[in-house]
C-alpha cells in the first residue's frame, strides 16, 4: 500500500515537473569579458528537435531572458548583423605568433583566427589577412561574427552561459561592440613636391618622418581622387609588401616576420607615380590616410606615436603667353591682351615713376587668348609699371613698362 502511494505521488511530481514553466537568462558577452557586453543581438531558443522556440534581443547589459519555458533541453544561438570595426594587421601578428607556439589563443579566440573557416588555424589564416582581407578589400569567409552556443536544460538549471561573441579576424578582442573601436587615427604632416605643367607624371613618397622605433609592419590605406589623379605605378620599399588599387583606394600591407625597419632608415614607405588629369590652380593635397593606416612596433602592436608624410603638390603658375599692351604709348586708355594657359582671377595695377599705385581693377582672365580694356585718361603723361597677379596665389604673372603721351 505504501509503495504504491509513493508510485503514484512520484508520477504526479513528473508531471507537475513537466507542466511546471521555467526561466532562462543568461548575457552575450565580448571575447566572454564581463565589461564588453554586446547590445542588440538577436539570440533564438531551439528545442531538442531544433525546431525555434522564442527569440529575444539583447539588452545594453547584454541580457536575454526566455520565460515560461517548459522542461528539456535547448540551446541558445545568436546572430547579429551588428557593424564591427576593421581588423587590423596585429591580428595576423598574433596568429603568427600563435603558430610558432609562442603564445596560445583560448576558444573563442581560436574562433576569430579561423578566418577562412577552415576548421583549424594555420598560416592560410595570416595571408588571408594580410593580402584577402587588407590588400583586397575581401571579406572573411567565416563571416563578420562568430558567437559560441549555449546548452541549457530548464528545470535543472536555470539560466546557463554566458554567450561568447567575437567579430571575426579580432584575436585580440579589442574592437567592439560598438563604442569600443580602438583605431588609432593615424597623424600625418604635409611637404611639398612642387608640379610642373610640362611634366604631368610625379612620383609621390608616403613616409614615416618622426618614429625612431623598430617596426614589423605597416597597413596602409590610401584614399585619392579618380578625376584628379590617375594612379600609374605603385613601387613599396618592402619586397615583401602587396598591395592593390580598388575602389578608389590604394591598400598596402606589410608585415616583416625576418627582420625590423626603422623609420630614420627609409626614404619612404611607397613611392606612387601618378598622372594629373587636371590642372591645378592652388597647392594640392594628392592623398588622404584612411583611418585603418597603421604601424606596428617591434613588439607587433600598434604605434600610436607615428606620424606619416603626405604629399602636397604645389601649383606652379605658369606666366601668361603672348602678353602685351597697346597702344604704347597711349592717351586714354590701353588694351591687355594675353594668351593664359589656364583660368586666372587676377588684379591688374598700374604703379607711377615713384612706386605708388594709381589704378587698380580686379578682373577674371580666361584661359585661351582675350583682351582687356583698362581706362587711364586721368594719369598725367610719363611712364608707368603695369603688373598682372594670379589673386589665388599672390604671384605676379605679367609685368611690362607703359608710356602715357597725350
Avoid at 18 to 33: E, P, T
Avoid at 44 to 59: E, P
Avoid at 297 to 302: F, I, P, S
Amino acid at each position: 500500500m505504501n509503495k504504491q502511494i509513493l508510485l503514484t505521488v512520484f508520477a504526479i511530481c513528473l508531471s507537475l515537473l513537466s507542466f511546471s514553466q521555467h526561466l532562462i537568462q543568461s548575457k552575450v558577452l565580448y571575447h566572454f569579458l564581463e565589461q564588453y557586453p554586446i547590445e542588440g543581438v538577436v539570440v533564438g531558443l531551439y528545442d531538442a528537435q531544433n525546431n525555434l522556440v522564442a527569440v529575444d534581443v539583447t539588452d545594453a547589459s547584454g541580457v536575454f531572458v526566455f520565460e515560461n519555458c517548459a522542461s528539456g533541453s535547448y540551446v541558445c544561438k545568436a546572430t547579429t548583423d551588428l557593424p564591427g570595426a576593421d581588423v587590423n594587421l596585429r591580428q595576423a601578428f598574433l596568429i603568427w605568433l600563435y603558430k610558432l607556439g609562442f603564445i596560445q589563443l583560448n576558444d573563442i579566440q581560436l574562433e576569430a583566427a579561423d578566418v577562412n573557416e577552415s576548421g583549424v588555424v594555420a598560416m592560410d589564416d595570416v595571408n588571408f589577412i594580410l593580402t584577402n582581407y587588407f590588400v583586397n578589400n575581401q571579406p572573411f569567409p567565416a563571416g563578420d561574427w562568430i558567437f559560441t552556443e549555449m546548452n541549457v536544460t530548464a528545470g535543472f538549471k536555470e539560466g546557463g552561459g554566458p554567450i561568447g561573441g567575437t567579430k571575426v579576424g579580432d584575436v585580440e578582442g579589442v574592437f567592439v561592440p560598438s563604442g569600443r573601436d580602438l583605431t588609432v587615427i593615424p597623424s600625418f604632416e604635409n611637404f611639398g613636391v612642387y608640379f610642373s605643367e610640362n611634366n604631368r607624371t610625379l612620383s609621390l613618397p608616403i613616409t614615416l618622418i618622426n618614429s625612431q622605433e623598430a617596426s614589423t609592419g605597416y597597413g596602409l590605406v590610401i584614399d585619392y581622387d579618380p578625376e584628379m589623379i590617375e594612379i600609374v605605378n605603385v613601387t613599396p620599399y618592402s619586397p615583401s609588401a602587396t598591395f592593390s588599387v580598388i575602389n578608389n583606394q590604394i591598400r598596402l600591407s606589410s608585415m616583416n616576420f625576418d627582420h625590423q625597419i626603422v623609420a630614420s632608415e627609409l626614404e619612404s614607405l611607397v613611392e606612387i607615380e601618378v598622372r594629373m588629369l587636371k590642372e591645378i590652380r592652388s597647392d594640392y593635397v594628392a592623398f588622404s590616410l584612411n583611418k585603418s593606416s597603421h604601424v606596428l612596433d617591434q613588439n607587433g602592436k600598434v604605434n600610436p606615436n607615428v606620424t606619416f608624410g603626405i604629399p602636397v603638390i604645389k601649383a606652379v603658375i605658369q606666366p601668361l603667353a603672348e602678353a602685351g599692351v597697346y597702344p604704347n604709348p597711349f592717351s586714354d586708355q590701353v588694351k591687355f591682351t594675353f594668351d593664359a594657359p589656364v583660368d586666372y582671377s587676377a588684379e591688374i595695377k598700374v604703379y607711377d615713376a615713384q612706386g605708388r599705385m594709381v589704378n587698380k581693377m580686379k578682373t577674371f582672365l580666361p584661359e585661351g587668348r582675350s583682351e582687356i580694356e583698362l581706362p587711364l585718361s586721368e594719369l598725367p603723361n610719363g611712364w608707368y609699371q603695369l603688373v598682372v597677379t594670379n589673386t589665388m596665389k599672390g604671384e605676379i604673372i605679367h609685368k611690362q613698362r607703359i608710356v602715357k603721351n597725350k
